[in-house]
């Protein structure tokens, strides 16, 4: 099992940042990648970053390119996702997302973003 915890949402008008984090216990932080997806009301979840489990490889939709930031620190079992210009699109809930090497994913309870126009 893998329990994860963000935190680091909020309210935030457009333009501005937020930073997300994510705490990962269970299992050896540095055997899973991680990855952030958030869902807005109506609409599906969609990934919005993913980073490898060395930290060398990141992936970004086209949605989110240019403006947020995954990362990771092995040492503190910690992601993650710097988010700059935000906008009002990008109002959802945030959920933390590990995947085991066996392809097993577990996912955080979910943090609210809002950005106001």
């Known amino acids: 099992q893998v329990q994860l915890v963000e935190s680091g949402g909020g309210l935030v008008q457009a333009g501005g940042s937020l930073r997300l984090a994510c705490a990962a216990s269970?299992?050896?932080?540095?055997?899973?990648?991680m990855g952030w997806s958030r869902q807005a009301p109506g609409k599906e979840r969609e990934f919005v970053a993913t980073?490898?489990?060395?930290?060398?490889?990141?992936y970004y939709p086209d949605s989110v390119k240019g403006r947020f930031t995954i990362s990771r620190d092995n040492a503190k079992n910690t992601v993650h996702l710097q988010m700059d210009s935000l906008k009002p699109d990008d109002t959802a809930v945030y959920f933390c997302?590990?995947?085991?090497?066996?392809?097993?994913?577990?996912w955080g309870q979910g943090t609210q973003v809002t950005v106001s126009s």
């Open positions: 997302n590990a995947a085991t090497r066996g392809r097993t994913n577990y």
């Open positions: 980073i490898s489990r060395s930290g060398g490889s990141t």
């Open positions: 269970g299992r050896t932080f540095s055997n899973l990648a």
